[in-house]
């Protein structure tokens, strides 16, 4: 029983974890497209924007992985171990 409600929360997490990555990868390009424009670097925008994209998504797809998938599966594992033990 335990193990169906963490199986369902990992389906659930996911759905929301594509959401928030989509969200804030759109975040980040059009961050990094203004400031490309008030740094104005020798770079094409294109080529400014994916460079820096592939340095800074890694730290993103780990803090959201953090935030999204470690914390609450931790939560509602122990609070269902807790619940069952009660």
Do not use: N
């Amino acid at each position: 029983m335990i193990l169906r409600f963490v199986l369902l929360a990992v389906v659930g997490l996911t759905v929301v974890y594509a959401c928030v990555f989509l969200w804030a990868r759109a975040g980040l390009v059009d961050r990094l497209k203004s400031e490309w424009s008030e740094r104005k670097p020798p770079l094409p925008q294109d080529t400014f924007v994916s460079t820096e994209l592939t340095h800074r998504l890694p730290s993103l797809k780990r803090k959201l992985a953090i935030w999204i998938y470690a914390i609450p599966l931790t939560v509602l594992t122990i609070t269902l171990f807790a619940l069952d033990l009660a």
